[in-house]
Each structure stands twice: as structure tokens, then as C-alpha cells.
């Protein structure tokens, strides 16, 4: 079974620029996550999705970043204007089990890691 | 946003030593999770606990659900240089939190 995909891994921006981040959650898997980790912290949650609907976008900065989940399987993540404290890995994860409850196990991606200079 | 804490912050143990850290939350959960995340990567599952009360076991590492719902703990047996990592803990209900991470050290 293949796992989550995320591109880029790797991303270098000027601050002020803007970046898109990419996941492809596991085949099947209705709920999607986007977390920031920052480095010597654990993931935080930005924005969780059940299939294209938001269930919960409570710590997603909505001035600068922004998610979609079009067509409920790849979803996009954005960030606009950048600054220096959003550098960080961005993680995306997905599970099986759709509805607000998550009584499943989640699974990662490798994670696009962001640098804003 | 909930946290969770997890202790040790660090630990740097000696090769063939078990390994025992927890993770405390205030509120109760439905779900506990282990995760090791090596540098690079994205966090990897160890461990899934569904039920208050139950232990479970994957190879060397074995994790406990409190009674309380409010805590769990993951014991490592016999660590072997490949433990080295961070792990996490993970609660979920209706949203997926996790903890703050205790980093694992293992001296040949």
C-alpha cells in the first residue's frame, strides 16, 4: 500500500513570497491533516478535512495560510506572504475513518521542510 | 490548542537498558498513540490503544491506555541503537493532538 505524498520536501523562500505545499493522502482514506512542526516541537494541527469539507481549521493563521481538498483526495496548502517564523516542517497525514472523531491511527508523510530567510 | 506532556524530555540510555516514558493530558481521550519520528522523516505509528485499561505489545515495545483516560505510558525493552529517535504521543476525540516529544539517546 502506498503511503502519503508530499511534495516538495525541500523549500527555500524570501520572505513575503508564496509557497504551495502538495499531499496525496493514502487511497481510501477520507480524513486529511495538515500539521506544522516546528523544529524541537511536536506537530501542531493547522487544518483537518473529511473528504473536501474543514472539520476543524481552529489553528490555521487564515491572514497568510490557506488549504483546499478539492475533489476529497489531493490537497493543496498555501502560505501568503510568508514570514520568518513560518519555517518549519509541514506535515500531512491521513485516516481511514471520516466524521469529527478520530478513533484511528493516522498516518504521516515525510513532510515538506520550509525555509524562510 | 490541547497539550499534551509527555517525560521525559530526553533520555540517553545505555545499550541492551529498557526505556519508560509517559505521556499526561488534563482532558480525557478516546485514543492513544505512539509515534517515532527520526530526523528527516515523518512520524512513524508504534503503537494503537483503543480502550481504557489496555496494554499492548509490538516487538520490544509495549504501551498502556490509563484507567483514567487521561495518560498513557510506552516501555521499550532492550534497546538497540536503531531506538534512537523522537517519540510522541498522540490523543485524539474529536481532534488529534500530540505531545511534546521525548528524545531517545542509545550509547553503543
Known amino acids: 500500500e502506498a503511503g502519503v505524498a508530499q511534495s516538495p520536501r525541500y523549500k527555500i523562500i524570501e520572505k513575503r513570497q508564496s509557497v504551495a505545499f502538495w499531499c496525496n493522502p493514502i487511497s481510501g482514506h477520507a480524513t486529511l491533516y495538515w500539521y506544522q512542526q516546528i523544529l524541537g516541537q511536536g506537530p501542531k494541527l493547522l487544518i483537518q478535512?473529511?473528504?473536501?469539507?474543514?472539520?476543524?481549521d481552529s489553528q490555521l493563521p487564515k491572514d497568510r495560510f490557506s488549504a483546499e481538498r478539492l475533489k476529497g483526495v489531493d490537497s493543496t496548502l498555501k502560505i501568503q506572504p510568508a514570514k520568518l517564523e513560518d519555517s518549519a516542517v509541514y506535515l500531512c497525514?491521513?485516516?481511514?475513518?471520516?466524521?469529527?472523531?478520530?478513533?484511528?491511527?493516522?498516518?504521516f508523510g515525510q513532510g515538506t521542510r520550509l525555509t524562510v530567510v | 490548542g490541547q497539550q499534551l506532556n509527555q517525560s521525559p524530555q530526553s533520555m540517553f540510555i545505555q545499550e541492551g537498558e529498557d526505556v519508560s516514558m509517559n505521556c499526561t493530558s488534563s482532558?480525557?481521550?478516546?485514543?492513544w498513540l505512539w509515534y517515532k519520528q527520526e530526523p528527516g522523516e515523518g512520524p512513524v505509528l508504534l503503537i494503537a490503544?483503543?480502550?481504557?485499561?489496555e496494554l499492548t505489545s509490538n516487538g520490544r515495545l509495549t504501551a498502556q491506555f490509563g484507567i483514567t483516560r487521561k495518560d498513557s505510558f510506552l516501555n521499550i525493552s532492550a534497546s538497540i541503537p536503531s531506538d534512537v529517535g523522537i517519540y510522541f504521543c498522540?490523543?485524539?476525540?474529536?481532534?488529534?493532538?500530540f505531545g511534546t516529544g521525548t528524545s531517545l539517546t542509545v550509547i553503543p
Open positions: 490503544l483503543y480502550k481504557a485499561g
Open positions: 497525514a491521513s485516516s481511514l475513518l471520516g466524521g469529527p472523531r478520530v478513533d484511528t491511527e493516522a498516518f
Open positions: 482532558s480525557i481521550f478516546n485514543t
Open positions: 478535512f473529511q473528504n473536501n469539507g474543514v472539520v476543524d
Open positions: 498522540a490523543g485524539t476525540g474529536n481532534q488529534f493532538y
